[in-house]
């Protein structure tokens, strides 16, 4: 019987030029990149409103991150990784490549680009005003329609101003290598960020974004009224503008969301918040925010009005912090929502 060796060979030689290669990734790795590893532990004790059940209140998460950078073919690449919850998981990634006075390239799976990295810049002590209401999906008046997901991210300053511009094609998902995502025509925007110094306006920060998504169909007529069922094109616009003066922060934003589509609701939304350091380690801040959605089926407009108060105690690398949030007409709709949290970290 002739026995057949040309599947086990292959594989042998499969193994040993794989083997070779990890070999010689390892040593490029090696010699080319420095690799640093942090993390945090957070314990939370979490109160939601009464319509809602608490159960065990009490949570916990880890994250640990991963940041490498090293010289490729004259250029600084770095890339990061965060995996929470536990290692396996991937929760955000950014490959970047540094290209000196033309800016930095990014590809983004999470971390944070363009006008989603703007989305809210009033000040608080601890969590945003609208952190842990209505569930996972709420984001009520926060711009970005690139968002961070699949997308590419482009830097640079110029006389003081930052350009920080995202791109995705397709629909805003993180894909696993050689993967590909659902539907979606792909959306653009940008956020331009300074400072008052070049005005002689000390304490000031201020910035400004504008983006589309496409989302193919809808729209409306000359009128205003929708046209189709289309899922329609989303323009969103936001400005914020913070002072600083002592140990006191205050600061507004204006975002305005006009979202395509039948049935879709364009959102106008102001928001303000003011933060105060008390001393070097505690710090306190309320905010409120009112996002208009018009657009409403038998309805002119509904008001959503949100408020929140937050305290924050540092000592070393062991913070704890609190917040009390609640929201009326969330979402446009008649209901309401409230939670509680208190949190305590460590950062190694």
Same mark, same amino acid.
């Given at each position: 019987?002739?026995?057949?060796t040309?599947?086990? $060979?292959? $594989?042998?030689?499969k193994?040993?030029?794989?083997? +070779?290669?990890?070999? !010689? /990734?390892?040593?490029?790795?090696?010699?080319?990149?420095?690799? !640093?590893?942090?993390?945090?532990?957070?314990?939370?004790?979490?109160?939601?409103?009464?319509?809602? &059940?608490?159960?065990?209140?009490?949570?916990?998460?880890?994250?640990?991150?991963?940041?490498?950078?090293?010289?490729?073919?004259?250029?600084?690449?770095?890339?990061?990784?965060?995996? @929470?919850?536990?290692?396996?998981?991937?929760?955000?990634?950014? /490959?970047?490549?540094?290209?000196?006075?033309?800016?930095?390239? +990014?590809?983004?799976?999470?971390?944070?680009?363009? /006008?989603?990295?703007?989305?809210?810049?009033?000040?608080?002590?601890?969590?945003?005003?609208?952190?842990?209401?209505g569930? @996972?999906?709420?984001?009520?008046?926060? &711009?970005?329609? +690139?968002? !961070?997901?699949?997308?590419?991210?482009?830097?640079?300053?110029?006389?003081?101003?930052?350009?920080?511009?995202?791109?995705?094609?397709?629909? =805003?998902?993180?894909n696993?290598? *050689?993967?590909?995502?659902?539907?979606?025509?792909?959306? +653009?925007?940008?956020?331009?960020?300074?400072? =008052?110094?070049?005005?002689?306006?000390?304490?000031?920060?201020w *910035?400004?974004?504008?983006?589309?998504?496409?989302g193919?169909?809808?729209?409306?007529?000359?009128?205003?009224?929708?046209?189709? @069922?289309?899922?329609?094109?989303?323009?969103?616009?936001?400005?914020?503008?913070?002072?600083?003066?002592?140990?006191?922060?205050?600061?507004?934003?204006?975002?305005?969301?006009?979202?395509?589509?039948?049935?879709?609701?364009?959102?106008?939304?102001?928001?303000? =918040?003011?933060?105060?350091?008390?001393?070097? $380690?505690?710090?306190?801040?309320?905010?409120?925010?009112?996002?208009?959605?018009?657009?409403i089926?038998? /309805?002119?407009?509904?008001?959503?009005?949100?408020?929140?108060?937050? @305290?924050?105690?540092?000592?070393?690398?062991?913070?704890?912090? =609190?917040?009390?949030?609640?929201?009326?007409?969330?979402?446009?709709?008649?209901? %309401?929502? %409230?939670?509680?949290?208190i949190? &305590?970290?460590?950062?190694?």
């Amino acid at each position: 019987m002739k026995t057949i060796t040309k599947g086990k $060979n292959m $594989n042998n030689f499969k193994k040993v030029g794989l083997t +070779a290669l990890a070999g !010689s /990734l390892a040593a490029i790795s090696a010699h080319a990149a420095e690799m !640093s590893v942090s993390g945090a532990s957070v314990l939370t004790y979490t109160s939601e409103d009464e319509r809602e &059940v608490t159960g065990n209140p009490m949570g916990m998460k880890t994250n640990l991150s991963f940041t490498a950078s090293g010289d490729v073919n004259g250029y600084t690449v770095s890339y990061m990784q965060t995996s @929470a919850d536990q290692f396996a998981g991937m929760s955000s990634a950014r /490959l970047s490549v540094d290209l000196g006075d033309m800016g930095t390239l +990014a590809f983004d799976q999470g971390s944070g680009s363009g /006008l989603a990295n703007i989305d809210d810049k009033t000040p608080t002590a601890a969590e945003e005003i609208w952190d842990g209401l209505g569930g @996972a999906t709420y984001k009520s008046g926060r &711009v970005g329609t +690139a968002g !961070s997901s699949g997308v590419f991210n482009y830097v640079k300053t110029f006389g003081g101003v930052k350009l920080d511009a995202a791109y995705r094609k397709g629909s =805003g998902t993180s894909n696993s290598d *050689g993967s590909t995502s659902g539907a979606g025509d792909g959306a +653009a925007d940008f956020a331009l960020t300074g400072s =008052g110094d070049a005005f002689g306006l000390a304490g000031v920060a201020w *910035g400004l974004g504008y983006g589309e998504s496409l989302g193919g169909g809808g729209g409306k007529d000359l009128a205003g009224a929708n046209v189709d @069922a289309g899922t329609g094109d989303t323009v969103d616009m936001t400005f914020f503008t913070n002072y600083t003066i002592g140990a006191a922060t205050l600061g507004a934003q204006v975002s305005d969301q006009e979202k395509g589509g039948l049935g879709a609701k364009d959102q106008e939304t102001i928001a303000w =918040g003011t933060a105060y350091n008390i001393n070097e $380690n505690l710090s306190v801040s309320y905010g409120e925010r009112t996002t208009v959605y018009s657009r409403i089926a038998g /309805l002119k407009s509904i008001k959503e009005k949100t408020e929140g108060f937050a @305290a924050a105690y540092t000592m070393g690398s062991m913070k704890i912090a =609190g917040n009390r949030n609640s929201v009326d007409n969330i979402g446009g709709a008649t209901t %309401s929502d %409230s939670m509680t949290e208190i949190a &305590v970290s460590f950062a190694f």
